[in-house]
């Protein structure tokens, strides 16, 4: 699966944006915290303690569990966690909820290798829609109301990601989709946006 990395939205770019920035900005804007004695942001992602060092520039955390996000998922998290410090704005969810495809920017989703593998979902699910709740509420989810079992995942304190499962029968075969708050792209470009559904999908299959 490809990741996009044009010039705009290149890791070694967001390091070099987030470095000139105001660190009372970024902690107001993203919802993060930021120790100016080691030069290091504190995010949570998935309901883990992320770091994110402006000195070094590397990402870490104290989590056991942070190995999969930051290391198998890397190149997913690595972008959208430093694009998101980056562009993030101080400002309230809307709940008003939108598919990837219908953003700016958004035919990416539905090309290619950038297809989200939402069936990978609906296979694992559709007949376990607790095992589908498990699994969201271990990585700091919150169950909704929406389709046969919903969550709300937070890979981004201001980004959360809805995912719904509806199970199968005699005459559908089961299904998953994943929205959006309509504020994300306020907070990423559209190409990260894609690294952050994408990484949220890997995160619930595994």
Known sequence: MGIPLNTYTGEW?????????????????????????????????????IIVSTAGKTIDSDSQKSDLLLNKFGDYSRLSILWYLVNAKNIAFTHKLVRPEDLKGGNIYSKGTHVLPLGRISDKNGSDTEGFLKRGMEIGGEILNYGDASL???????????????????????????????????????????????????VMLS
């Open 13 to 49: 770019k967001a390091w070099e944006i987030l470095e000139g920035l105001d660190p009372e900005n970024v902690c107001r804007n993203a919802k993060v915290t930021y120790d100016s004695s080691l030069n290091i942001y504190t995010l949570n992602s998935f309901g883990q303690d």
């Open 152 to 202: 709300r995942l937070f890979p981004l304190p201001r980004v959360p990601v809805i995912i719904i499962v509806w199970k199968g029968d005699e005459e559908f075969s089961p299904r998953s989709d994943l929205l959006f708050d309509s504020t994300c792209e306020h907070h990423l470009p559209v190409d990260i946006i894609w690294s952050t559904a994408m990484m949220s999908v890997l």
